[in-house]
């Protein structure tokens, strides 16, 4: 096998691998388990967003959990590429100040393929309307209010929950409010 083959092949494997481990976390401990996945909040049929549950427990103020973008096929796009999904495996909310640490995120092409990769340790205000602000309203309040809402959405862990996501996503009526 000439060298650009096995630079190739390499490469291969090394994608494979990395979407092998997409739906995994740095941490295991540090998100808790991933029984379900809760949609927090939907843009259209544009893309869903999803914690997972149930989750680590709350240490203090502090809450880490797993952040999923589902993207809907070729709705959103970085340097001129379709992304496919992107994760934050260890986001961690501050209950009481209000405040998030993004931590690891990777960005991931339809394909599987790493896009975009860094890791954000500091913690910083949470912006209003983002998908932080819905899970810090989930992860942070107590309740049978955020446990039981009528329109909740949750969907099994296991190999398929991302297709399974879009295929949720592409039956939404348009105007799906968030949740």
């Known amino acids: 096998m000439t060298r650009p083959a096995l630079?190739?092949?390499?490469?291969?494997?090394?994608?494979?691998?990395l979407s092998a481990c997409a739906s995994q976390s740095p941490s295991a401990a540090a998100v808790g388990a991933t029984k379900?996945?809760?949609?927090?909040?939907q843009v259209e049929?544009?893309?869903a967003v999803f914690i997972n549950e149930p989750g680590a427990a709350r240490v203090g103020d502090l809450v880490t959990f797993r952040l999923v973008y589902?993207?809907?096929?070729?709705?959103?796009?970085?340097?001129?590429?379709?992304v496919g999904w992107q994760e934050y495996s260890a986001m961690t909310i501050n209950c009481a100040t209000q405040e998030m640490k993004a931590g690891p995120r990777v960005r991931y092409a339809p394909d599987g393929k790493v896009m975009l990769?860094?890791?954000?340790?500091?913690?910083?205000p949470i912006n209003a309307d983002t998908a932080a602000a819905d899970a810090a309203r989930v992860?942070?309040?107590?309740?049978?209010?955020?446990?039981?809402a009528?329109?909740?959405?949750?969907?099994?862990?296991?190999?398929?929950?991302?297709?399974?996501?879009?295929?949720?996503?592409?039956a939404a009526p348009a105007s799906s409010p968030a949740h």
């Open 7 to 17: 630079v190739a092949l390499a490469a291969a494997v090394l994608a494979l691998a």
């Open 36 to 41: 379900t996945w809760r949609k927090i909040t």
């Open 45 to 47: 049929n544009r893309f």
């Open 70 to 82: 589902i993207y809907a096929p070729g709705e959103v796009r970085f340097n001129d590429q379709v």
């Open 117 to 124: 990769s860094d890791d954000a340790q500091d913690f910083g």
């Open 139 to 148: 992860r942070c309040t107590t309740g049978a209010a955020t446990a039981s």
């Open 150 to 170: 009528p329109d909740l959405v949750r969907i099994p862990n296991g190999g398929r929950w991302m297709d399974v996501a879009r295929e949720r996503l592409a």
